[in-house]
């Protein structure tokens, strides 16, 4: 371990993965994307939605996992990730129960399947346990 890097318990780290890499980083990816796009190919703009949540998820896990493999010390990453989901998981369905009876519902489950699976698969990915890569 090096001098930067600090140990963290499982939970904290996954709290802050989730909020860089699940819930701030895809918010601001996918808006971006929305408002650029969305004007341009305005007929598909809601088929748009689930894309610019997976690469809004995706760039957002990817960032923050390079953040945390590079200044906190991860004993067992997949522990992590675990937890990372679940918080992920949990929002989104407290999201979809305030979302409940909206017109835009079936998005917006679709929407939290994409997020979920893009998620944990890029955690996964770029999240490794150990010393910085």
């Given at each position: 371990?090096?001098?930067?890097?600090?140990?963290?318990?499982?939970?904290?780290?996954?709290?802050?993965?989730y909020?860089?890499g699940g819930?701030?980083l895809?918010?601001?990816?996918?808006?971006?994307?929305?408002?650029?796009l969305?004007?341009?190919?305005?007929?598909?703009?809601?088929?748009?939605?689930?894309?610019?949540t997976?690469?809004?998820?995706w760039?957002?896990?990817?960032?923050?996992?390079?953040?945390?493999?590079?200044?906190f010390?991860?004993s067992?990453s997949?522990?992590?990730?675990r937890i990372?989901?679940?918080?992920?998981?949990?929002f989104?369905?407290?999201?979809?129960?305030?979302?409940?009876?909206?017109?835009?519902?079936l998005?917006h489950?679709?929407?939290?399947?994409?997020g979920?699976?893009?998620?944990?698969?890029?955690?996964?990915?770029?999240?490794?346990?150990?010393?910085?890569?």
């Amino acid at each position: 371990m090096s001098t930067l890097q600090k140990a963290l318990p499982s939970w904290l780290t996954a709290a802050a993965h989730y909020l860089v890499g699940g819930f701030v980083l895809p918010y601001v990816i996918s808006m971006a994307i929305m408002l650029v796009l969305a004007p341009l190919l305005y007929f598909f703009a809601i088929w748009l939605s689930p894309v610019a949540t997976l690469v809004g998820v995706w760039v957002g896990a990817m960032l923050s996992a390079r953040l945390i493999n590079k200044f906190f010390s991860i004993s067992d990453s997949n522990k992590v990730i675990r937890i990372a989901t679940v918080y992920y998981v949990l929002f989104s369905l407290a999201y979809l129960v305030t979302a409940f009876g909206s017109a835009m519902l079936l998005f917006h489950v679709a929407n939290a399947v994409v997020g979920s699976i893009a998620f944990y698969v890029a955690s996964k990915k770029f999240l490794r346990s150990g010393a910085a890569v």
